[in-house]
């Protein structure tokens, strides 16, 4: 007992020193002889929630005494008893050490199983439920959560999938107090409840399966498998409250990849899309190649200039040639270019964007989004030293690159898993409809809500995201449509210490925080930093500040007086120089492919015929076997060709006619 004592004393120092960025919520973690994997879903909530857990092994008398005793530990924000484990202590003695005056800290039995004994489940729950059956659908179904958006947030009232049925259901007693937080299948299967008895709050959940997030391999799928966590993240946030990480706000965004400003530009009309955004409220950001940063029209300027809180500005790659940042090799894989090449490739993507800005008077965000998804890991880091504010992708693995075997990787947007440089996940709107739970999943865990189409997407209409915009307005109405600079600087969580003022865990190294209270707050703000290139100043709202890099981790403290908002940079040191960048496009290859592609777009668009030859080679052909330039190239040159045939004919026949007129009629 001492020894564990120690120990714990120990490492609760180790973590404290030097920075002072401590849990400020635990979790009791209660359990019997069951494996560790049994209670992995509560790791990964209390870790995704910044939550530490106390795992108490209850074998022995002296277990259980302790376990009482760290129950009344005022700084814990709930606990949870593994079913297993219950049948070791009195149910009364536990409710007493929740107790906090005349409130109490909530509980969750988790891992119920139909061999979990029915008198002790009907003691525990007061009676609000009788036992726990296997359920009579065995085939794998969905989760029906409860209505209550306190408790469920943007899950609430909606379906999730499931991958393997839960252990059991529970009966509940015909005048049952207790609320069904989730359903097997139906309504009438529940397999997570909360019962109120007075001040104090019961959870009930059987076992969902068992997590396996570091074997995944697409977010598609990480959403599909999300059901075994349910309860404990459920759970875990309501408990933790504003101890837990949170978001300030929550965010979304459209971005348009491709267009330039001509209006309209193929099927994308900038007026029309305009009105919708105004009668549904949503925000598209148009991922402008720089390339295009001197061909901008009047027109589509005023629209986009005078509207910035329904359009802007980021960077799509910076001449979108199809080896924009690698080259194929003849086995068929792709290497990145050298340092210099990809260095050189993002200056001159900025230096024509500051063109673009001074032509224009449009601002645009120094945030990326990769030509054709694909990117080498060296490219983050140099955005991240020519201080890109952040990337979007709906692959965010470099090519170059293995996906991390960590749970971490799916469940948190954005990651900083390579380079350390943030990368938020994206999902396409165009193929099909993005699954309703896969949205409400992703709110519900506070990741920004990024989706991404082409012109060709808005050629059933202007509305035609309307019912994904409606949707996720309606799970989240506070929601903020805006462009992916503004969200790339929230893209940070928070949590009140047990002093009451707030730790904040930043992902990028451009930031805004406001103080929306009352009073003056104290921020200990923290960013994973591999300093792997020199930090040229950090400042707040344009005045140098200090800061501390402590392993791993820059650190600093922020007052920020109530009502106002400091902006935070930490500027990273290097050679980008926009006067001397040269941003002139000299290269005919791509000039061409550039002009093939405006021919696609803006031409091929205005016929069913065109739309249906560009739909065909994009949905048979093999794109990397015959690149689109390629496939034009040869059209161009054939049609070419056959107009100079059909002239020459043309001539020809012309000129024989005339000469046939000019021969004198024989007498």
């Not at 007026?271 to 148009?286: D, G, I, R």
């Not at 910076?318 to 260095?343: K, V, W, Y």
């Not at 969200?487 to 928070?494: E, I, N, R, V, W």
Request: proline share 5%; glycine share 4%; aromatic share 10%.
């Amino acid at each position: 007992m001492r020894m564990w004592l120690y120990r714990s004393a120990l490492g609760l120092l180790f973590l404290c020193m030097p920075w002072s960025f401590c849990t400020a919520a635990d979790l009791l973690v209660v359990v019997s002889n069951v494996p560790v994997e049994n209670y992995r879903d509560v790791d990964i909530a209390a870790d995704y929630y910044g939550v530490g857990t106390e795992i108490v092994h209850v074998n022995t008398a002296s277990d259980i005494q302790h376990a009482l005793y760290r129950m009344r530990d005022p700084n814990l924000a709930g606990v949870i008893i593994h079913a297993d484990a219950l049948p070791k202590f009195s149910e009364p003695r536990v409710r007493a050490a929740l107790r906090r005056g005349a409130a109490a800290i909530p509980l969750l039995v988790t891992g119920v199983t139909a061999k979990t004994d029915a008198a002790i489940l009907q003691s525990w729950s007061r009676g609000a439920l009788r036992q726990c059956t296997a359920p009579e659908q065995v085939q794998p179904g969905s989760l029906l959560l409860g209505n209550t958006r306190s408790l469920l947030h943007e899950l609430a009232g909606l379906k999730i999938p499931v991958t393997n049925p839960p252990a059991c259901v529970f009966v509940r007693a015909d005048d049952s107090h207790s609320e069904i937080v989730a359903a097997y299948a139906s309504g009438d299967s529940p397999a997570f409840v909360r019962i109120a008895t007075g001040p104090q709050e019961l959870f009930f959940a059987t076992d969902l399966g068992k997590p396996d997030l570091a074997n995944l391999n697409s977010a598609a799928e990480f959403f599909r498998s999300f059901s075994p966590l349910i309860a404990s993240m459920v759970f875990v946030r309501y408990a933790a409250g504003e101890s837990g990480w949170h978001a300030p706000a929550h965010y979304a965004n459209l971005t348009i990849d491709d267009v330039w400003l001509t209006q309209p530009y193929g099927h994308l009309d900038f007026q029309s899309l305009l009105e919708e955004m105004e009668k549904h409220n949503f925000h598209a950001t148009l991922a402008f190649i720089p390339w295009n940063f001197d061909r901008s029209e009047q027109d589509a300027i005023a629209i986009i200039r005078e509207h910035p809180h329904r359009y802007s500005i980021s960077i799509h790659g910076n001449n979108h040639d199809h080896t924009e940042f690698f080259r194929d090799t003849d086995d068929g894989r792709s290497t990145p270019l050298t340092d210099e090449e990809l260095a050189a490739r993002l200056k001159q993507a900025v230096a024509r964007m500051e063109q673009f800005r001074m032509r224009t008077s449009i601002s645009y965000d120094r945030f990326m989004i990769f030509p054709h998804e694909r990117f080498p890991s060296a490219t983050l880091r140099f955005m991240k030293r020519f201080n890109y504010v952040g990337m979007a992708n709906e692959n965010l693995v470099p090519i170059d690159r293995q996906q991390p075997a960590d749970d971490a990787f799916f469940l948190h947007s954005p990651t900083t898993f390579f380079e350390n440089f943030p990368g938020v996940r994206r999902y396409s709107a165009e193929e099909a409809a993005v699954p309703e739970y896969l949205v409400a999943i992703a709110a519900f865990l506070e990741h920004p809500l990024l989706f991404y189409a082409h012109h060709a997407y808005f050629a059933r209409g202007a509305n035609v995201f309307n019912a994904t915009v409606d949707f996720i307005n309606h799970i989240d109405p506070e929601v903020n449509w805006t462009g992916l600079g503004n969200m790339a600087q929230h893209l940070y969580k928070m949590r009140r210490r047990a002093d009451h003022d707030f730790d904040l865990w930043t992902r990028t190294a451009d930031f805004r925080l406001r103080n929306n209270s009352g009073r003056e707050q104290t921020y200990y703000v923290s960013k994973d930093e591999n300093f792997a290139d020199p930090i040229r100043q950090v400042t707040a709202n344009g005045q140098p500040i200090t800061y501390s890099r402590q392993a791993n981790r820059l650190t600093l403290i922020l007052k920020v007086p109530p009502g106002q908002e400091q902006h935070v940079r930490i500027e990273y040191g290097n050679d980008l120089n926009l006067t001397a960048t040269d941003v002139s496009k000299p290269n005919l290859r791509i000039n061409a492919l550039r002009r093939i592609s405006d021919f696609r777009d803006l031409v091929l668009s205005r016929s069913m015929l065109g739309d249906t030859v560009v739909a065909l080679y994009y949905g048979k052909l093999n794109v990397s076997d015959f690149p689109l330039y390629r496939v034009l190239l040869v059209c161009v040159v054939a049609g070419a060709g056959l107009l100079l045939a059909a002239s020459y004919a043309y001539r020809h026949v012309h000129r024989k006619r005339k000469t046939a007129r000019s021969v004198p009629t024989s007498q």
